[in-house]
């Protein structure tokens, strides 16, 4: 029961880890993500092929704990790619739009600007 305790822990902190470890660096933290997720599967395998039991409510939540983990960082991740792009889009309009402003201010008043 001990050893479950622990690798719940493990699991526990390597979410949390991957958590926080997102705003400073995306790679450690899917790095950390990615080697939490690969010591619960191995763990519930040498667990349920040392037991030779069909999978308990333990082992079921552990794989589900480290797999959701996971699965929560790569919708993150997605989400602030997304979220940058959109941000990028958002000041290349800005730009385009300025742009266009000088444009039409050059025609209304037909004299050109000195760069």
Known sequence: MEEVIMKSLVGTGGFFATLSL???SEVVSLLVGVATLVYMVVSIIKITKGL????TPELIA??????????????????????RA???????????DEVQ????????????VAS
């Not at 030779?52 to 999978?55: G, L, P, Y």
């Not at 480290?66 to 979220?83: C, H, R, T, W, Y």
């Not at 959109?86 to 385009?96: C, E, N, T």
């Open 22 to 24: 997102a705003p400073i």
């Open 52 to 55: 030779h039991q069909i999978m």
């Open 62 to 83: 552990m794989l589900g704990g480290g797999l959701s983990g996971f699965v929560m960082k790569l919708i993150g991740a997605q989400m602030e790619n997304q979220a």
């Open 86 to 96: 959109f941000d990028r889009m958002l000041q290349s309009q800005g730009v385009a």
């Open 101 to 112: 402003i000088v444009r039409l201010l050059v025609g209304a008043y037909g004299f050109v």
